[in-house]
Structure formats: structure tokens, C-alpha cells
């Protein structure tokens, strides 16, 4: 089962601050992805990744940026944070290989913006 | 309109009870993965399936993309299948899931 992990687990921000989201996989899994999930909802999908030095938008990138800098990382940015952006953020990452995209995902990021 | 869209939103079973919860899709679905986030909010992986049906314990999904929908049946609920029941489609565009509002369940003794 694909190992995801992300840093930090929590963070509190200024609003106008710069926040960095980190995830990590151990699985070699091609693609990768940042969802966020704000309470009492699904996830959307923010940005996601399917080769290192490359990412696509997703389906709400407005207000984020992301990084894919190996195989195995993924970041998330907040250049400018802001008060709609405090939600609980989600990696995931699937291995596209067999075209089957089996989504697993990190335990969660829980962002405050004041 | 929701592309994906679950029922119930919440529902309340007694333990040991048997209960179906369900996905309808507005988009062309080629798969549909189901998740449960427990009270401290991780997700966990349930079924990947194709079109078909899929049995784990006392878990059972089926997945019909003919007629856009898919269904998790719990059977003898437990205490700890309490959490907030997720199903996501993929479509055609293969890697990207479209998630559903969820299912909040309570199994009470």
C-alpha cells in the first residue's frame, strides 16, 4: 500500500504570509496530487503532477502554486495566504502504470489563516 | 449541478444492522473509488472498482457506468465503520477524481 506523508500536520498563517505544504511518497507512484477539503465537503482538486518539473492545474488552482521537484515530492504554495484559504489540505499520489489511478492519500494538513 | 452526488447525507444505524449508501454520477464515470475519513480525518481506501462489484468483510460495492451510479452495502454495522463515507468518479480524463458531498454515518450500540 502507497506510503504518503505530508509536513506539517498543521500550521497556523498570517493572512498575506507565504505557506509551503510539503508531501512525500515512498511508492514511486507517477502521479500526485493536492486536494482540499473544507468542512462538511468532498475534496477538490487544486493542482496535481504527473512527471517531476511539471504540474497542472486542477479544477480550483486560483491562489495556489506547486512544485514538483523529484519524483517523490510535492509542495504546495500559498504566496499570499488568505482567510478562504483555512481548510484541511490532502496529497494523494497513483501509480498510472498499470492505468489504473487508485488514489492513496496522505493523513491531512489542517490550515488556519488569521 | 453536483457531478457526483451521494444519499444519504447522514444516516443513523443501530449495531449489527445492515444499511446501502449511494453514488449517482452526472459525469461519465470509468471508476469510482470508495473512501472512509474516521472521526480523525484520514481517509482510507475501501474499493477501486471498474464496472462491476467488489466484496471485502462485510463490505459490498458494485459500480454500474451504464446507469451512472454505484452502491456501498455495510453489513452488521460496527461501531467503528462510524465516519464520513466518500465516493469519488474518475472519468475519462483518467487521473482526476471528482469527490461526493459524503455520507456521515453514526453506528450506535
Same mark, same amino acid.
Given at each position: 500500500?502507497?506510503?504518503?506523508?505530508?509536513?506539517?500536520? $498543521?500550521?497556523?498563517?498570517?493572512?498575506?504570509?507565504?505557506?509551503?505544504?510539503? !508531501?512525500?511518497?515512498?511508492?514511486?507512484?507517477?502521479?500526485?496530487?493536492?486536494?482540499?477539503?473544507? +468542512?462538511?465537503? =468532498?475534496?477538490?482538486?487544486?493542482?496535481?503532477?504527473?512527471?517531476?518539473?511539471?504540474?497542472?492545474?486542477?479544477?480550483?488552482?486560483?491562489?495556489?502554486?506547486?512544485?514538483?521537484?523529484?519524483?517523490?515530492?510535492?509542495?504546495?504554495?500559498?504566496?499570499?495566504?488568505?482567510?478562504?484559504?483555512?481548510?484541511?489540505?490532502? !496529497?494523494?499520489?497513483?501509480?498510472? #502504470?498499470?492505468? @489504473?489511478?487508485?488514489?492513496?492519500? =496522505?493523513? #491531512? +494538513?489542517?490550515?488556519?489563516?488569521? | 449541478?453536483?457531478?457526483?452526488?451521494?444519499?444519504?447525507?447522514?444516516?443513523? %444505524?443501530?449495531?449489527?444492522?445492515?444499511?446501502?449508501?449511494?453514488?449517482?454520477? $452526472?459525469?461519465?464515470?470509468?471508476?469510482?473509488?470508495?473512501?472512509?475519513?474516521?472521526?480523525?480525518?484520514?481517509?482510507?481506501?475501501?474499493?477501486?472498482?471498474?464496472?462491476?462489484?467488489?466484496?471485502?468483510?462485510?463490505?459490498?460495492? @458494485?459500480?454500474?457506468?451504464?446507469? $451512472?451510479?454505484?452502491?456501498?452495502?455495510?453489513?452488521?454495522?460496527?461501531?467503528?465503520?462510524? =465516519?464520513?463515507?466518500? !465516493?469519488?468518479?474518475?472519468?475519462?480524463? =483518467?487521473?482526476?477524481?471528482?469527490?461526493?458531498?459524503?455520507?456521515? %454515518?453514526?453506528?450506535?450500540?
Amino acid at each position: 500500500e502507497a506510503a504518503v506523508t505530508q509536513s506539517p500536520r $498543521s500550521k497556523v498563517a498570517v493572512t498575506g504570509g507565504k505557506v509551503t505544504l510539503s !508531501c512525500h511518497q515512498t511508492n514511486n507512484h507517477d502521479y500526485m496530487y493536492w486536494y482540499r477539503q473544507d +468542512t462538511g465537503h =468532498g475534496l477538490r482538486l487544486i493542482h496535481y503532477s504527473y512527471v517531476a518539473d511539471s504540474t497542472e492545474k486542477g479544477d480550483i488552482p486560483d491562489g495556489y502554486k506547486a512544485s514538483r521537484p523529484s519524483q517523490e515530492n510535492f509542495s504546495l504554495i500559498l504566496e499570499l495566504a488568505s482567510l478562504s484559504q483555512t481548510a484541511v489540505y490532502f !496529497c494523494a499520489s497513483s501509480d498510472a #502504470g498499470t492505468g @489504473a489511478y487508485e488514489q492513496y492519500f =496522505g493523513p #491531512g +494538513t489542517r490550515l488556519t489563516v488569521l | 449541478g453536483d457531478k457526483v452526488k451521494q444519499s444519504p447525507s447522514a444516516l443513523s %444505524l443501530q449495531e449489527g444492522t445492515n444499511s446501502a449508501l449511494r453514488c449517482n454520477f $452526472s459525469i461519465a464515470a470509468t471508476t469510482v473509488q470508495w473512501f472512509l475519513q474516521n472521526p480523525r480525518g484520514s481517509l482510507m481506501n475501501l474499493f477501486y472498482l471498474v464496472p462491476g462489484t467488489k466484496e471485502n468483510g462485510r463490505l459490498k460495492s @458494485a459500480f454500474d457506468s451504464k446507469e $451512472s451510479y454505484s452502491t456501498l452495502h455495510i453489513r452488521d454495522a460496527q461501531l467503528e465503520d462510524s =465516519g464520513t463515507y466518500f !465516493c469519488a468518479a474518475e472519468s475519462n480524463m =483518467g487521473y482526476k477524481l471528482t469527490f461526493g458531498t459524503g455520507t456521515s %454515518l453514526l453506528v450506535d450500540p
